[in-house]
């Protein structure tokens, strides 16, 4: 297990944590990914402005991030580009047919012990696992 990074996991983890308290307590809103980009993907007038704002910020940080080291991360896909492709189009879906995503319901609303959320949360993850299993067990990808 070469990639175990307490610290810098932790640090992550604490960031969003932090990120999402202040989105809560500055905006009265919940950091819910899925809801911000549906919302400004049809957008409502005086709604839009934040979220567009929030889905750049989602872009663009990464970009900022990756300029400002000077080792540049390698980037290797493990599986084929057109499963990696269906998969993040099957994950856009079911966020949106579950009411929500990991960052709405695993950290805004386990937080606030949202059962909704904490049943939601179960369902990606037991799905997550059996995705997992089913890909590399039995298919053999």
Request: with cysteine.
């Amino acid at each position: 297990m070469d990639s175990f990074t307490p610290l810098s996991a932790a640090l992550g983890g604490f960031l969003i944590g932090l990120s999402a308290v202040l989105f809560m307590a500055l905006n009265g809103r919940i950091a819910g990914i899925s809801g911000i980009v549906a919302g400004a993907l049809t957008p409502v007038k005086g709604d839009w402005a934040w979220r567009a704002a929030f889905v750049a910020g989602l872009i663009l940080s990464p970009l900022v991030a990756w300029l400002a080291i000077s080792e540049k991360p390698a980037v290797t896909f493990t599986h084929p580009i057109w499963l990696t492709a269906l998969g993040g189009l099957l994950v856009g879906f079911g966020a949106r047919l579950g009411g929500g995503c990991t960052s709405g319901h695993g950290v805004c609303g386990m937080a606030r012990l949202s059962k909704r959320s904490i049943a939601a949360t179960g369902t990606f993850m037991a799905t997550a696992l059996a995705t997992v299993f089913i890909l590399h067990r039995i298919l053999g990808f």
